[in-house]
């Protein structure tokens, strides 16, 4: 059979890291790994967007697409083109956002919903569709029948990852050259693990894995790292470190296979204060920065997004790291009650810490599925997909929201020219790096989208009543590109080719 995967491009509305990274839709490289004796092939719409004459040219019999939330709708435009071109097709959507709030994707275009780790029941859906049979006995999925969803029994989570393939990344070869992370490129990433046991009330991913932690191997991991051409890798997990033996494992395997690449990696700040000889071997072979969500510089603003840690255990992570000559990279949360002093508070502690060296400032954003979403559901601002992006304010502030974003754009020109200064991005090694006229027209495109972001508030969803062709970009997109716009979208595409 011929699958078509595609990756969605994310919506007009959403900004940040999109504009700053293109990375391998590795959900969909694991998914097309999993069904070898079949035809299968990638769309990665975030770098071409010609979906029907992928469909003309493959003729599938059925297509896949992932979901994070900011594709929603488009990924549902992905489907009702699919089965414009060919009823037939068989049309799967999976991931995140599909796993958390399959109601968004109660779509007649749609044939069945994939609820979390994906890889058993899509091979499933696909023999099934072989034999022409239904997929009442596929656990874990949702069907969407006649304007409702029909669920089967939740599949039991995995112990383990390994009974998936390694992903067959040879699925994105003719993109590989164009995925980029930041400032590094070429860029691969890995799944070495899955899920988080920990409670955070705005995050998603703790909630898809239901607080699991599921591990890959250590020597399959090593295997998959050893089919990598890149040399730097983003280790895509919640919190890699979590289980510390597994992952002295994984080193001492990486050092016996000779394995030398670069890594930006996930932790817990406390995981790094319990275990600081793990992370210097790490850092011996290859880790240059662990992203790490420190949220707050005030023990009352931890507790308050339960993140079940303390400042103090923040600043000894940083020590620990510092050390080890390892980079951090912090993410702090914007409370809807910051004024210019909080913002100002964390610019200081930034400031003052010299390993630092990239700053996240993310509003808190409830998003559908958390405990956060549910306590702020009655006061939410807009259902809009595209802005729950972790750069809109999506709830009420303090500060009117035009002020809130003047405010993030001063401190995110800050880290911007921080970033610059601590990584000394100014070498002339990064001038050859092809992706760098990109990462900087999309660094300058997220500061003017902030400039505008409080008007997205005002667009309504273009689902569930779905626009009309004419309509979509007056209901999906009223903003009026600027000149700017027009000359950044230009730039950008000519750079695309
Ligand atoms: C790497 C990464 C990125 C990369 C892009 C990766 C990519 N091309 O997919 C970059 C850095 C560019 C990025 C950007 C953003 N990201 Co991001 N990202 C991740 C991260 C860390 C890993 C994703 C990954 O590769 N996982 C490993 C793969 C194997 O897992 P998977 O994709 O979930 O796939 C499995 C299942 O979901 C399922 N599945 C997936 N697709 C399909 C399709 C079918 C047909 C089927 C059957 C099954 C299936 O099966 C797969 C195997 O089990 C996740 C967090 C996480 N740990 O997952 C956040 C995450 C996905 N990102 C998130 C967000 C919010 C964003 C941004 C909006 C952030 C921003 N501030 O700009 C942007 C938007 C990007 C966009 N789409 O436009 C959220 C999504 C929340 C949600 N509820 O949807 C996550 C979960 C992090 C979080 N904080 O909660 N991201
Ligand atoms: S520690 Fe990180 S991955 Fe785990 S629940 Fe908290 S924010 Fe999510």
Redesign the pocket.
Known sequence: MKIL?V?PP?GEL?M???HL????????E??GAAVPDHDVRLLDMELDTDLAGALERFQPDIV???S????TYSARRVFKTAKEFNPKILT??????A??VPEDFNDPMIDAI?LG???P??QEIVERHRQRRDFSDVLGVALPNQGRLDFTPPRPMPTSLDHQALPNRTLSADYRSRYF?LFESPVA?I?TSMGCTFPCNF???QKFSKRHFIARSPELIVEDLSRIKEKFV?F???HSFIDPRRMERLHDLIVERGIRKHYFVYSRADCIVQNPRLFEKWARIGVEVVMTGLEAVEDSELGTLNKRSSVETNERALEILHRCGVGVSAGFVVLPDFTEQDFERIDRYVKARPNIVLTELTPLTP?P?TDLHHEYREKLLTDHREVY???HFVVPTALPQPELYRLLRKYYWRVVLRAIKRLRLYRPQYAFKKHIPRLILGTIRVALMMRRASNSLQTPPPYPHPPAKKQASAAGHPRRSTESDILLEGIESSLRE
Do not use: M, N, W
């Open positions: 995967l990756y994310s959403t940040g890291l999109k990274s293109k990375v391998e839709p590795l959900g969909l694991t998914i896949g697409a992932s994070q939330i900011v594709q799967v959507v999976g991931g995140h956002h796993s958390l994939v780790e994906g890889v029941a899509f992370y990433s799944q995050c998603s991913c983003l895509c997990d919640d998003l599925g992006d972790l750069a």
